[in-house]
């Protein structure tokens, strides 16, 4: 039997990328000193910053939202509704009790009310739900934040997460997405800050996070995720992982260090704001915006080619 490395207890989990085996107690800590490291050397924000988290009611974002508050930080919740079924009710439902459990505030937008939910939108239109799900999250998390005075928004994507999305960038070489693949996307040009300080925790670690920590979080993956090729990626990277562990840290992490800075010259996108909501956008019209706009064409009766 293994034993704690800190107080020689008898281990219960152990990190083989590491070579550590910790108890509860130690692990709860060691996964908390993680994010901090994350924190402080991408320099994502500070003690002083209003931070707001994005929450689906997931472990990931709501061991996050847990793991600041032990921290110290100012932080509160961001839970956009899809108004997908039975998943969404659930996710938000645990969001609150656990906004409630930590003292915190909870903001709830909801995507019915603001244009249209995902089910809906996706019977409309030809592009994958995912797709048209991540542009709506990713415009009102940054709306929402900048009309309630965030400086940050935080998100949960983890070391799994973010190995999945450089893996399909690599395959491709799609080097327009290389580059912008850094756990921190700089404020500016109408946007608020944007960090990933689980990027140096695995999916698995982040889970016995959310479990030992008592959370209450949301086990089913959203029915829209099945057949998404991150899936795939996530289980090829765990299989080189099983037989090399520390392959997903390395995978990532040298990327960072390395190969980003090669490509970060060529980030030259010009943004402009919005001619219609004053978010930032490369065109005139915003994606939002353009697909609100043939949704009303579609409802006033027009034939229109989704
Ligand atoms: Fe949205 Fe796709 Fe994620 Fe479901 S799986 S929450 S549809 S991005
Ligand atoms: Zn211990
Ligand atoms: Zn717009």
């Excluded at 961001?78 to 009710?89: A, D, K, M």
């Excluded at 070489?173 to 404020?187: A, F, G, H, S, T």
């Amino acid at each position: 039997m293994r034993r704690c490395a800190k107080c020689s207890d008898k281990g219960t989990i152990y990190l083989p990328e590491h070579r550590l085996s910790l108890c509860k107690t130690h692990y709860l800590e060691w996964f908390e000193s993680r994010v901090e490291k994350a924190i402080k050397s991408f320099r994502m924000f500070s003690k002083e910053d209003n931070i707001l988290v994005a929450v689906s009611g997931g472990k990931d974002s709501l061991g996050l939202w847990h793991a600041l508050w032990k921290l110290g930080y100012k932080a509160d919740g961001l839970y956009i509704n899809l108004g997908i079924g039975e998943y969404s009710e659930l996710s938000e439902k645990k969001a609150k009790a656990f906004a409630d459990k930590i003292g915190k505030k909870l903001h709830v937008v909801y995507l019915k009310e603001n244009i249209m939910d995902i089910p809906t939108l996706k019977e409309l239109q030809s592009r994958p739900a995912c797709s048209v799900c991540g542009t709506l999250k990713r415009y009102y998390m940054n709306l929402t934040a900048k009309k309630l005075g965030y400086s940050v928004i935080a998100t949960g994507h983890n070391l799994d997460d973010e190995c999945a999305v450089l893996m399909g960038n690599v395959l491709s070489w799609n080097i327009d997405y290389l580059v912008r693949q850094y756990p921190v996307l700089e404020e500016g040009n109408g946007f608020v800050r944007k960090v990933k300080p689980l990027c140096l925790v695995s999916e698995k670690q982040s889970a016995m996070y959310a479990f030992l920590s008592g959370i209450d979080f949301v086990e089913d993956e959203c029915p829209y995720a099945v057949g998404a090729s991150s899936i795939s990626y996530k289980l090829i990277m765990a299989k080189i992982e099983e037989e090399s562990p520390g392959t997903k840290l390395r995978f990532y992490l040298e990327f960072i260090r390395k190969v980003r800075p090669m490509f970060a010259l060529k980030q030259n996108v010009k943004l402009n704001p919005c001619q219609v909501c004053g978010e930032p956008t490369t065109g005139d019209v915003c994606s939002v915006c353009r697909l609100k706009m043939r949704l009303e064409a579609s409802k006033a009766g027009m034939k229109q080619n989704f």
